[in-house]
C-alpha cells in the first residue's frame, strides 16, 4: 500500500483529491500548510485564503472521509522564498506570479521535504494537469488538463523530475462541475465554495499598499515620461504600476496612455499609445525544461506569457548561457518582466522561465 500527503487548501478541489486517492485504497493524510499569520500581512480578518475558515472546512473533509489531518507550519520559509520575492520584483519594476513561487518553493518543496522525512510516498495535490512518464525519453511529462477552462500547468511549469516522480493530480482528467458534483454526493461541507481569484497575502488586490505595509517604507514618486523622455506628470512609485496598465494614472490626456516601460533605476515610468505595447520577442532567465534537458536548436512551440494569455505560435531557442529565447510570429501585447513565458508542445509543457526583457529590433 502506498502512502499519501494530500495538501489540503479547504477547498472544494485539494478535497476531491483526497477523496479519489482514498478510494484508491492508498494510505492517506491530510496538510494544510499554515503559510502566513494575518497579523504578518496586515489583515485582521480570516478573508485571506489558508486563514481559519480554510484549515476548518479541510479539517472537516478530512474527518468525513476518514484520514488523519494535520496542519504544517511553513510560515518563515513562505515569507522568504514567496512574499519577499513579491515585494523585491515589484520594487524592480517588474511584475511577479507568486503562486508560481508557492508552487516551487512551498508545495513542491518544502512539503515533498516533509513527505519524505515522514516516511510518505507520494504528494497529491488538486492542480488541474497531469502527469505521464515518457519510457522513450526516459522523462515525466506535464501535461495539460482535460478542463481546458481550470488547466493549471502554466502555474506548474517549474516542477522537477524529483518532484514529477513524487506527485498526483487526480484531477487531471475531470471538468469543474464534475469535482462539484462529486463533493456534492457526499456531502463536504465546501462543495459550492467559490474558488479564491486572489493572492493570498494580499486579499484585498492593493499590492503596493501590502509591499507599504509589509516594508513599512513608502514607495518613492518618480516622473512620467513619455518615449522621447519629455517629463508628463509626477507618479506615486514603480510599485503602483504594471506594464499595460491604463486606469489609476492619475493624469488627463487627449488620449488613452498606457504603462510601456518602468525603470527602477532612473523610478521613470514610460507611458505611450497602446501600439507601444507590442513585441515579438523576449528573453526569459531562471529556465526549467521538462519534457527535455535542453532545447536543441530552434524549436517550434506555442507560447504563453500569462496564467490568462491565449497560447501563440513561436520559436524559442536557448542561448549558451541557458537564458531562453522566445520569438512569436506575430506581436504580443504587454509583454511584462517578471511574469512567467511557458512553452508548449501540443498539451505537453516543454518548460518555461522569468521572462527578463523584450528584444527591440
Not at 524592480?92 to 516516511?119: A, H, S, V, W
Request: with cysteine; hydrophobic share 35%; net charge neutral.
Amino acid at each position: 500500500m502506498r502512502k499519501a500527503i494530500i495538501a489540503m487548501s479547504g477547498g472544494v478541489d485539494s478535497s476531491v483529491a483526497a477523496l479519489l486517492t482514498k478510494q484508491k485504497g492508498d494510505d492517506c493524510i491530510g496538510a494544510t500548510m499554515q503559510l502566513f499569520y494575518n497579523d504578518d500581512i496586515g489583515e485582521k480578518k480570516d478573508k485571506a485564503c489558508c486563514s481559519l475558515d480554510d484549515v476548518t472546512d479541510a479539517r472537516a473533509v478530512a474527518y468525513k472521509i476518514g484520514i488523519p489531518y494535520y496542519v504544517f507550519n511553513f510560515t518563515d520559509r513562505f515569507k522568504e522564498e514567496v512574499i519577499e520575492r513579491f515585494v523585491s520584483s515589484y520594487q524592480k519594476g517588474q511584475t511577479p506570479n507568486p503562486c508560481i513561487d508557492c508552487n516551487r518553493y512551498m508545495k513542491f518543496d518544502k512539503l515533498l521535504q516533509r513527505m519524505k522525512e515522514l516516511g510518505r510516498d507520494y504528494i497529491v495535490t488538486g492542480h488541474y494537469a497531469r502527469i505521464e512518464y515518457d519510457g522513450e525519453s526516459g522523462r515525466y511529462l506535464l501535461k495539460k488538463a482535460k478542463d481546458a477552462n481550470k488547466d493549471q500547468s502554466y502555474v506548474l511549469y517549474t516542477l522537477t523530475q524529483d518532484q514529477l516522480a513524487h506527485v498526483e493530480f487526480p484531477l487531471g482528467s475531470l471538468n469543474k462541475d464534475e469535482v462539484r458534483e462529486i463533493a456534492s454526493n457526499n456531502g463536504f461541507i465546501n462543495a459550492r465554495k467559490h474558488d479564491s481569484q486572489d493572492i493570498c497575502f494580499v486579499p484585498d488586490g492593493d499590492y503596493a499598499a501590502f509591499i507599504e505595509r509589509y516594508t513599512g517604507v513608502t514607495d518613492t514618486p518618480g516622473n512620467f515620461i513619455d518615449k522621447n523622455g519629455t517629463f508628463i506628470s509626477k507618479h506615486k512609485g514603480i510599485t503602483h504600476y504594471t506594464i499595460g496598465q491604463r486606469r489609476g494614472l492619475g493624469i488627463p490626456a487627449d488620449r488613452r496612455l498606457y504603462v510601456c516601460k518602468i525603470d527602477p533605476g532612473s523610478g521613470s515610468v514610460t507611458l505611450g499609445d497602446d501600439k507601444d505595447l507590442f513585441h515579438d520577442e523576449l528573453i526569459a532567465g531562471d529556465v526549467n525544461l521538462i519534457s527535455c534537458s535542453r532545447l536543441d536548436g530552434e524549436v517550434r512551440v506555442t507560447a504563453k506569457i500569462r496564467y490568462r494569455h491565449k497560447e501563440q505560435p513561436a520559436v524559442a531557442w536557448q542561448d549558451e548561457a541557458g537564458k531562453l529565447h522566445v520569438k512569436f510570429d506575430t506581436p504580443q501585447r504587454a509583454i511584462t518582466a517578471g511574469q512567467a513565458v511557458v512553452l508548449y508542445s501540443g498539451d505537453t509543457v516543454v518548460g518555461g522561465g522569468v521572462i527578463e526583457n523584450t528584444v527591440l529590433h
